[in-house]
């Protein structure tokens, strides 16, 4: 039987929610803490406020046996805690780099709370620049020397445990994981926090800190490359008269490359990838180096966004006037998080071209919002989210698919009879598809 050890998670997002309910499911008791004081009423009362498949019925389990609870007061959480888990946002700057005001405001909160006599062991699982994590036990040990604290270095200990969840399956991940990695200075205390996930039986990778840092950033970018160069083949492919699908499935049959993160479409988004990918160039470049791969990767994703508009705009060049449907509003399916969609520059194209835009997604809608907000204002009649995904094509022109929920596969084909369809996901077999429309896909003829 797990004898559950205590544990803080500072930031109850995607990641720190996830984290410290699958923790608390696994035995260990959990403290979950952040300053929005409206989703810690909402926890408390056993309510998710993010759409992730499989984390209610986790966290109510959790809940149930007493091993989760929350708060906004720093000082119980760190006091009641041996590790304290970052999982705050490090979003872009406007020059690539990761923001860590998050971060080193959640060091300051944990520093004052450590006592003389404690040992804390501080765990990143923000996604933070390599070498943050040796900076940390500076700055850590520097607040704590100056409130008097004798021998600061010996109250703490930094380690960096980089997270690798997807989201739509993030539960999964954490509780199958492909390898669970630890980095810290202190072998022993890594090999602590690593035997929190000891009920999963995970493969554990321990390293340094800046390695281990490394191996998220690295991650990141190489699954965003492998996307970025299957969407510059796929481009290719349309004009050799080639099909992108079978040249992927060709691709990923050897072992070396494998099939996954290889399905061309109209480009990446969510909270991870782009900003990633943006920290590492600013970080290569910062040592002298130039990521000219990487560069490109981003360059291509952006042009690639707005493929299914250049697409459409070739059966319809004038769209002043004109009604698009558009199915899919998030990043990806299963999950309700805007954060870079493509259907953000899409949407906003069609719009400056003078069109109507009716759009839908089963859950990502109310996000939409927001993110529209000024676009709502401006233009509110020519854009309109829609209850359901055929009264998006009501009057419509045309359809543009964005994200593939699996509800878009089994689709009432007669209802998109005589419209311009620009399947941006490859979703739908183009041979059926031509029966009733004028279809295009990403990288097939």
């Known amino acids: 039987?797990?004898?559950?050890?205590?544990?803080?998670?500072?930031?109850?997002?995607?990641?720190?929610?996830?984290?410290?309910?699958?923790?608390?499911?696994?035995g260990h008791r959990v403290i979950g803490l952040d300053v929005d004081t409206n989703k810690i009423e909402r926890l408390k009362r056993g309510e998710v406020p993010i759409y992730e498949p499989g984390l209610d019925r986790i966290l109510k389990k959790?809940?149930?046996?007493?091993?989760?609870?929350?708060?906004?007061?720093?000082?119980?959480?760190?006091?009641?805690?041996?590790?304290?888990?970052?999982?705050?946002?490090?979003?872009?700057?406007?020059?690539?780099?990761?923001?860590?005001?998050?971060?080193?405001?959640?060091?300051?909160?944990?520093?004052?709370?450590?006592?003389?006599?404690?040992?804390?062991?501080?765990?990143?699982?923000?996604?933070?620049?390599?070498?943050?994590?040796r900076w940390a036990k500076e700055f850590i040990a520097g607040l704590l020397r100056e409130k008097g604290v004798k021998e600061p270095e010996k109250r703490f200990e930094v380690v960096s445990?980089?997270?690798?969840?997807?989201?739509?399956?993030?539960?999964?991940?954490?509780?199958?994981?492909?390898?669970?990695?630890?980095?810290?200075?202190?072998?022993?205390?890594?090999?602590?926090?690593?035997?929190?996930?000891e009920p999963l039986q995970p493969p554990i990778l321990i390293t340094d800190l800046p390695t281990a840092e490394m191996i998220k950033y690295a991650s990141n970018a190489f699954l965003a490359t492998k996307i970025s160069f299957i969407n510059e083949i796929a481009n290719v492919c349309?004009?050799?008269?080639?099909?992108?699908?079978?040249?992927?499935?060709?691709?990923?049959?050897?072992?070396?490359?494998?099939?996954?993160?290889?399905?061309a479409g109209c480009g990446f988004g969510g909270s991870c990838f782009p900003k990633d990918v943006k920290?590492?160039?600013?970080?290569?470049?910062?040592?002298?180096?130039?990521?000219?791969?990487?560069?490109s990767v981003i360059e291509v994703n952006e042009r690639q966004k707005l493929r299914p508009v250049e697409k459409l705009l070739k059966h319809i060049p004038d769209l002043e006037g004109r009604t698009v449907a558009v199915w899919g509003l998030a990043f990806k399916p299963e999950t309700d998080d805007m954060r870079e969609a493509p259907s953000i520059p899409i949407i906003r194209e069609l719009l400056?071209?003078?069109?109507?835009?009716?759009?839908?997604?089963?859950?990502?809608?109310?996000?939409?919002?927001?993110?529209?907000?000024?676009?709502?204002?401006?233009?509110p009649q020519r854009l309109i989210f829609t209850s359901d995904m055929y009264s998006a094509l009501e009057g419509a022109d045309a359809l543009i698919l964005v994200t593939e929920w699996p509800q878009f596969k089994e689709v009432d084909f007669d209802k998109l009879r005589g419209k311009v369809v620009i399947d941006g996901r490859n979703l739908w077999n183009p041979t059926?598809?031509?029966?009733?429309?004028?279809?295009?896909?990403?990288?097939?003829s």
Not at 1 to 23: D, E, N, Q
């Open 352 to 379: 400056a071209r003078g069109a109507t835009v009716k759009a839908y997604d089963p859950v990502a809608v109310e996000n939409a919002r927001r993110v529209f907000e000024k676009e709502l204002h401006t233009h």
């Open 161 to 197: 445990n980089p997270e690798f969840l997807r989201e739509g399956k993030a539960v999964e991940d954490f509780m199958n994981p492909d390898r669970v990695v630890v980095g810290a200075d202190n072998r022993e205390v890594a090999g602590l926090v690593a035997s929190l996930y």
């Open 432 to 444: 059926l598809m031509r029966k009733y429309c004028t279809y295009e896909s990403i990288g097939r």
């Open 1 to 26: 039987m797990l004898k559950g050890k205590r544990i803080a998670v500072i930031g109850t997002g995607y990641v720190g929610l996830v984290s410290g309910a699958c923790f608390a499911y696994l």
């Open 279 to 295: 920290a590492l160039i600013h970080t290569a470049k910062s040592v002298g180096e130039e990521p000219r791969l990487l560069e």
């Open 238 to 263: 349309e004009k050799l008269g080639a099909d992108v699908t079978v040249v992927a499935r060709g691709m990923g049959l050897d072992h070396r490359i494998s099939p996954h993160f290889l399905r």
């Open 62 to 133: 959790a809940i149930e046996d007493g091993n989760i609870e929350f708060t906004t007061d720093y000082s119980y959480a760190v006091k009641n805690a041996d590790y304290i888990f970052i999982a705050v946002g490090t979003p872009s700057r406007e020059d690539g780099s990761a923001d860590l005001s998050y971060v080193e405001s959640a060091y300051r909160s944990i520093a004052e709370f450590i006592d003389g006599d404690d040992f804390k062991v501080i765990v990143n699982k923000s996604t933070v620049p390599v070498g943050t994590g």
